[in-house]
């Protein structure tokens, strides 16, 4: 006599042990009850473009819905950033190329652009915090992020003028600096000269992995660098198929005293990201760049993809993979749909 056959649930039931897991994501209320990442507008740096002038915003080509904005108009950002519970905004300044010369000497300007800036964000909206950005790629001629002697972007030249920006940018009420240079030593160098000018609150994020990239088009041509470039970045930003350098490259940060470190760019490199969360501990961000950014809005204007859940859905990833929060040009976005 032939034996019955067990059922197909029967089957089931034996290989899951009755664990049925599809039970807790059958509803909306269960998903949301168990889930294990949340996204909220307190995870959310916003990076914003300033410009000279006044009037309308000025569209950046290659990154849709993004703007360069008078200062004016960053002091309404930043209160709209106020409004959405998004903590801090990120400064970026397209510096005008007949200030820009080899030395980038610019950023050392106590009334450039960024700098004053930041003193009328401090004054109108003084409960968002601002961050800049310490390297001299906006104000050079040549696009690099550091002194240029013939071929070569030189180390220690290129650290004592990013010494002076950063301390320049403290006075202008700046409560961030962000060292995005990658030069040897320059937290430690900008740590001391902040302190030594009495600026021992203002706190360092370090770009501490931040590889040379084909991300960054869009936003050398936000910054006006992209066309002036000579070269590439290889010297000194990071090689892009290597992790355990970046562990060293955090682990020095954070002896030199910096308090937060960044990954840049961000999805490509979760895998570093979360390695030096599980590394180090310590408060770790990551930037989802301006061609990140690019190519999601590029497919969005297609109609390859729905905007708002892939957007949703890559920073949830960042979240997942440990970052305490990100640099993201859809902040403002995002920050609405949470707020529901």
């Known amino acids: 006599m032939t034996a019955e056959r067990p059922s197909i649930t029967d089957r089931i039931d034996t290989a899951t042990g009755g664990m049925r897991l599809r ?32 009037g309308e915003p000025h569209p950046v080509a290659s990154m849709p819905g993004v703007a360069r904005l008078s200062v004016e108009d960053c002091v309404e950002a930043a209160r709209r950033a106020r409004d959405l519970a998004i903590p801090v905004i990120a400064l970026f300044p397209y510096t005008d190329p007949s200030l820009r010369d080899e030395t980038g000497s610019e950023a050392l300007n106590p009334e450039n652009l960024v700098c004053r800036a930041t003193r009328a964000i401090k004054a109108a909206v003084p409960e968002v915090g601002i961050m800049c950005d310490v390297a001299l790629d906006p104000y050079t001629s040549h696009g690099h992020d550091g002194v240029m002697v013939g071929e070569r972007i030189v180390n220690d030249e290129s650290v004592e003028l990013l010494c002076r920006q950063a301390v320049v940018q403290a006075e202008a009420g700046c409560d961030v600096i962000g060292p995005s240079d990658m030069m040897d030593g320059r937290v430690a160098c900008i740590r001391g000269a902040l302190d030594d000018a009495g600026c021992r609150d203002t706190m360092i994020m370090a770009y501490s992995a931040k590889y040379a990239s ?68 310590v408060p770790t961000f990551a930037y989802q760049t301006s061609g990140e950014y690019a190519m999601m809005m590029a497919a969005v204007g297609n109609g390859w993809l729905d905007g708002d859940k892939a957007m949703v859905e890559t920073l949830t990833a960042y979240k997942r993979a440990g970052a305490s929060g990100i640099l993201t040009y859809f902040s403002p976005r995002v920050a609405e749909m949470l707020r529901g």
């Open 214 to 281: 084909a991300f960054y088009g869009p936003f050398r041509d936000a910054v006006g660098s992209g066309g002036m470039l000579k070269g590439d970045k290889r010297t000194y930003q990071m090689d892009y198929a290597n992790s355990d350098e970046a562990v060293r490259e955090a682990a020095q940060d954070l002896a030199e005293g910096a308090d937060m470190i960044m990954v840049k760019p961000g999805l490509p490199y979760l895998d570093v990201l979360s390695r030096l969360v599980r590394e180090f501990g």
């Open 23 to 54: 039970r807790l994501r059958q509803a909306d209320w269960s998903r949301r009850l168990v889930r294990e990442t949340q996204l909220s507008a307190a995870d959310l740096i916003w990076p914003i473009f300033v410009r000279e002038g006044s």
